[in-house]
């Protein structure tokens, strides 16, 4: 869930997942976060790990999501950017990754 629309109360007794906890043991990046790196996703970093998080939500549910798929499943991440390309390319890069994206 976005954190911003949440109050913390409502998550008590819950496990969350935060951008600094989906990296394995020893550092090595999660496929979507390498994605990001390979395919220049990154941009000016504003949006990243939302758009991180948000995408292994959605890969998780759906390991092989077509572009429109994707691109409506970012529709509540906004890039300052505008650089939604790269971005789309990380998650379909991730997403035919070996690991199954998630």
């Given amino acids: 869930i976005k954190s911003c629309t949440a109050f913390a109360v409502q998550a008590d007794g819950t496990e ?5 906890g989906i990296a394995k043991n020893g550092g090595e990046l999660h496929p979507l ?7 220049h996703g990154l941009q000016c970093g504003y949006c990243t790990s939302g758009m991180i998080m948000a995408g292994i939500g ?10 429109s798929e994707i691109r409506h ?3 509540g991440n ?3 950017c505008t650089g939604y390309q790269n ?3 990380a998650f379909q890069s991730a997403s035919s990754s070996k690991e199954g994206g998630a």
């Avoid at 976060?33 to 395919?39: G, L, P, R, S, V």
């Avoid at 959605?58 to 572009?67: Q, S």
Wanted: a negative charge.
């Fill in 78 to 80: 906004i890039c300052r």
């Fill in 58 to 67: 959605v890969l998780e549910k759906n390991p092989n999501p077509t572009e």
């Fill in 16 to 20: 969350i997942t935060t951008i600094e």
């Fill in 87 to 89: 971005i789309v390319k």
């Fill in 33 to 39: 976060q390498q994605a990001f790196w390979d395919e």
């Fill in 73 to 75: 499943s970012l529709e």
